[in-house]
């Protein structure tokens, strides 16, 4: 079982910039793929960012060039860093690990722009 649980989210006007962090309770998170994902109101779940152990990343069309995601195998975290931040990124945050036959999801974490 692997818990994560996410921080940072909040208000932030548009344009503006916001860090998100997501921390696993234990290091079997090493071989599995991390993410980002983000649901807005009466939308359903999408991909905003993921990275592989290894460190290859791969962004949603609408976040690339704003957002970058990082990840520490030894801490087993991962940081979304958001800048330029638009009213369409608000939504609720959440953190993913997937491995190939189980995927985790945290509580999620709400970041609300504004115009």
């Known amino acids: 079982q692997v818990q994560l649980v996410e921080s940072g989210g909040g208000l932030v006007q548009a344009g503006g910039s916001l860090r998100l962090s997501c921390a696993a309770s234990?290091?079997?998170?090493?071989?599995?793929?991390m993410g980002w994902y983000r649901q807005a109101p009466g939308k359903q779940r999408e991909l905003v960012a993921t990275?592989?152990?290894?460190?290859?990343?791969k962004y949603a069309d609408s976040v690339k060039g704003r957002f970058t995601i990082s990840r520490d195998n030894v801490k087993n975290t991962i940081d979304l860093q958001m800048n330029s931040l638009k009213p369409e990124d608000t939504a609720v945050y959440f953190c993913?690990?997937?491995?190939?036959?189980?995927?985790?999801w945290g509580q999620g974490t709400q970041v609300t722009v504004s115009s």
């Open positions: 990275i592989t152990s290894g460190g290859s990343t």
């Open positions: 993913n690990v997937a491995f190939i036959l189980q995927s985790y």
């Open positions: 234990n290091n079997d998170v090493s071989n599995g793929v």
